[in-house]
Structures are given as C-alpha cells and as structure tokens.
C-alpha cells in the first residue's frame, strides 16, 4: 500500500501478495476500510519506532537529524521511499473519508508529540536553548518533512533532503 497508495492496492493484491488464504484473511478484515485502518496504525508504528532508534542513538540533536536525512537519502537511492506514508495514504483515497482522517490525524498526533518529547528532554540536557520551544519546533520540523518530502516526490531530487537538513539544523539553534 505504501508504494501504490490506498485507491491502487486491492485486497486481493494484498491477499496475493500476503499469501494468505482469502477466508483468514476476511476474518481479520472485513472491509479495505478495517484495512486502512490497520496500515496506519503499522505505519504510525513504524515510523515513530524508527524515529525512537535514531533518537536513542543519537547523542545530540543535531545527530538525530543527520542519521534521520541519511535514513531518507537511502531509502530515496534504493528506490523505497514514497514520501510520508500518511500523505501518500491519505492523498492517494478516491474521496474524502472523515474516519481514515480521524485516524490518520491520530498517527500525525503521535508522531507530533514523540518529537516534542525528545526536543523537550533535549532542552533539558541543554542540548538546545533555553528559549527553544519543544512543541512548536516539532511542528515545524513535520512541515519541514512534509513539504520537502512532497517536492522530491514531484521532482525527485534530493536536494530538498539536503535543504531540509539544513533548515532542520538551523531551527535547532533559534
């Protein structure tokens, strides 16, 4: 679903592609909706997951954002990256779905907060000013992603990881 978004990826694809058996299957989902709602809930997982590792690997907050671009700009070489997962979800549905946005806005909420928390553990450690507001900064950082992760989608060039990265460091010393 990540690679052909949610409107090109039928169950039976996923069913073919599982290699499940069509009833165990239904029994899990019923509806491609139930669907959805579970590849964004893994998604969310995963991403967030992901961004814990690099954050606990990470001895600053400077290096968290140089592992996490070095991360975009390898799945982008190897052909794998799709752009944020919520956004191609979401964009990729052939109408409005207020429950998938409901869900979809819970993920976002999830994501937004885990950045929050480690900016603000940051700020404890002195490791950004004392000014340096956590939640604001996650919700740029989000725009930031968002945005240049769209633009490399549109042109596929990667400076915009680079430029992102760059915007990413700067906002970590304002």
Known sequence: MYSQGYAGTSINQVIDESSSHKASFYRYFQTKEELGFEYLKQQGDDFRNSWIRLMNSSETPQEFVRRWMALLRKQTKSGKFFGCPLARFMSSLDQPDVELAN??????????????????????????????????KAELFMKLFQGNSQLYMITHNRKYFEEMETEMLGELER
Do not use: H
Request: proline share 6%; with cysteine; net charge positive.
């Open 103 to 136: 869900r979809s806005a819970s993920v976002l909420e999830s994501w937004l907060e885990c950045l929050s928390d480690y900016f603000a553990s940051c700020k404890q450690k002195g490791l950004v000013p004392d000014y340096f507001n956590p939640r604001k």
